[in-house]
């Protein structure tokens, strides 16, 4: 268990469709959560933002998604998304597997989540807002699909220098 390394754009193991966890797998779920954490904690101690990742980002084709808000951990195994409303809303959209660069999406306002929990009971949570878009991004993920692909159009790419890694590297002193 311990910190991995995010796939970034481009590596073909992001497209994947990833497989649901059967309960005999309990363990190897359990195990691939503590290294979400992990890779998410150090890259956000790194470059100061990240909420959630998806298991194919650390190169695991599984359906599950970590989330971590405020210290409130939430794992998300074989998650199933439904949508009640239809409205949507459109923002910046922005990724780990290609930090800086941040893509203009629609995404819905509310989605509501089911899934099975770290003792395998079925649990069930519904997100607006931002939290919607989140969960909805992860999820994204978990079928193969990036946010480049949701672009609203081809003009609907920027790079916010604030989150890229290239910026947010701590700089080596002893050079200077």
């Known amino acids: 268990m311990a910190e991995r390394d995010i796939l970034l754009l481009g590596d073909d193991k992001l497209y994947r469709q990833c497989a649901e966890i059967r309960k005999e797998e309990l363990e190897k ?12 904690m150090a890259f956000r ?9 998806a298991a194919p980002q650390i190169d695991e084709p599984y359906r599950i998604i970590y989330m971590n808000l405020d210290g409130q951990a939430t794992p998300f195994i074989n998650p199933r998304m439904f949508f009640d409303r239809e409205e949507q809303f459109a923002l910046w959209d922005d990724c780990m ?9 629609n995404r819905y306002k509310s989605c509501r989540i089911q899934y099975k929990d770290l003792a395998w009971q079925d649990q069930e949570v519904t997100f607006t807002g931002d939290l919607a878009e989140l969960l909805q991004h992860e999820y994204d993920h978990l079928d193969g699909i990036l946010a480049v692909q949701r672009a609203v159009d081809n003009k609907s790419f920027r790079i916010n220098p604030e989150k890229s890694l290239s910026h947010s590297e701590p700089k080596d002193a002893s050079i200077l």
């Open 45 to 53: 101690k790194r470059v100061g933002f990240g909420r959630a990742i």
């Open 97 to 105: 597997s290609f930090p800086g660069l941040e893509v203009w999406v």
């Open 29 to 40: 779920a359990k195990q691939v959560v503590v290294d979400l954490h992990d890779t998410l």
